[in-house]
């Protein structure tokens, strides 16, 4: 059963619900502070400044790990995954300029992204889902959430490893200690979006960083439908580091 805020009488309804126990025995907020986050958000700008700067990690950030770094320059670029239409895993995904979707239900909250048909479930607590097994991992990880002054909290783990988990463009992974915690809030009608990134493995202290999306009229312009062969082209241009090496098989359509 789904439940939409923006709809008057049913905020009113949920705004009367007193606090519910989850099933770890934390107390989760009261439905009146449940912000109403539904609807198509447009790509996200840094709030310390203009663009997406604040969502890079670059190469020779001095959060990275020496593992990190001995990671980024041993990998050959040929091998990135995003040649084969592979998505950018969160939070890399979010210095991808395309509107995303989110859908509040009453157990779960949908997020739908406009580039390489990417959805995420976050399970809300409190509602008796069933949790991965011990040995299951995933490449967008295992999503929880709740409502907690007036934001939507977010708690993502069990990633699988990503060779561009923290970012694709200078050869930075992520690995299965990686946690992502979003945090959505709203200012007027902007949806705010707070980042932070642990990986222990790979970064040195969490990253964080914050963002300021503005409400999107159009729909997402979707299935996206990755192009193969267009993802590859530049692969004509990028030689191999490695050249005596075996060469990389790509898998067909």
Same mark, same amino acid.
């Given at each position: =059963?789904? /439940?939409?805020?923006?709809?008057?009488?049913? /905020?009113?309804?949920?705004?009367?619900?007193?606090?519910?126990?989850?099933?770890?025995?934390?107390?989760?907020?009261? +439905?009146?502070?449940?912000?109403?986050?539904?609807?198509?958000?447009?790509?996200?700008?840094?709030?310390?400044?203009?663009?997406?700067?604040?969502?890079?990690?670059?190469?020779?950030?001095?959060?990275?790990?020496?593992?990190?770094?001995?990671?980024?320059?041993?990998?050959?670029?040929?091998?990135?995954?995003?040649?084969?239409?592979?998505? =950018?895993?969160?939070?890399? =995904?979010? $210095?991808?300029?395309?509107?995303?979707?989110? #859908?509040?239900?009453?157990?779960?909250?949908?997020?739908?992204?406009?580039?390489?048909?990417?959805?995420?479930? @976050?399970?809300?607590?409190?509602?008796?889902?069933?949790?991965? +097994?011990?040995?299951?991992?995933?490449?967008?990880?295992?999503?929880?959430?709740?409502?907690?002054?007036?934001?939507?909290?977010?708690?993502?783990?069990?990633?699988?490893?990503?060779?561009?988990?923290?970012?694709?463009? /200078?050869?930075?992974?992520?690995?299965?200690?990686?946690? @992502?915690?979003?945090?959505?809030?709203?200012?007027?009608?902007?949806?705010?979006?707070?980042?932070?990134?642990?990986?222990?493995?790979? %970064?040195?202290?969490?990253? $964080? /960083?914050?963002?300021?999306?503005?409400?999107?009229? #159009?729909?997402? +312009? %979707?299935?996206?439908?990755?192009?193969?062969?267009?993802?590859?082209?530049?692969?004509?241009?990028?030689?191999?580091?490695?050249?005596?090496?075996?060469?990389?098989?790509?898998?067909?359509?």
């Amino acid at each position: =059963m789904k /439940f939409r805020i923006s709809n008057f009488s049913a /905020f009113i309804v949920l705004a009367s619900i007193t606090l519910v126990t989850t099933r770890d025995g934390n107390a989760q907020s009261t +439905a009146g502070e449940i912000p109403d986050i539904s609807g198509v958000w447009q790509w996200g700008q840094c709030v310390d400044g203009p663009g997406f700067r604040c969502m890079l990690l670059e190469e020779d950030d001095e959060l990275l790990t020496e593992r990190a770094k001995a990671y980024r320059d041993a990998i050959d670029e040929v091998a990135q995954p995003k040649y084969d239409c592979a998505p =950018m895993s969160i939070p890399h =995904m979010w $210095t991808d300029p395309y509107s995303h979707q989110i #859908e509040q239900m009453e157990d779960r909250v949908i997020f739908t992204y406009g580039k390489d048909d990417v959805v995420r479930t @976050v399970w809300l607590d409190g509602h008796n889902h069933a949790k991965p +097994a011990i040995n299951e991992f995933f490449y967008f990880g295992y999503s929880t959430g709740h409502y907690e002054d007036g934001a939507l909290v977010v708690e993502t783990t069990r990633f699988t490893f990503d060779p561009q988990g923290l970012n694709a463009d /200078f050869k930075l992974p992520s690995s299965t200690q990686k946690k @992502v915690t979003e945090r959505y809030t709203k200012d007027g009608d902007e949806l705010i979006l707070e980042v932070t990134t642990v990986d222990t493995f790979f %970064l040195r202290e969490p990253w $964080t /960083f914050k963002t300021r999306s503005q409400s999107d009229p #159009e729909p997402l +312009a %979707l299935p996206w439908n990755c192009d193969l062969d267009g993802s590859r082209q530049i692969l004509k241009l990028l030689p191999t580091s490695y050249p005596n090496d075996p060469g990389i098989v790509r898998l067909e359509e």
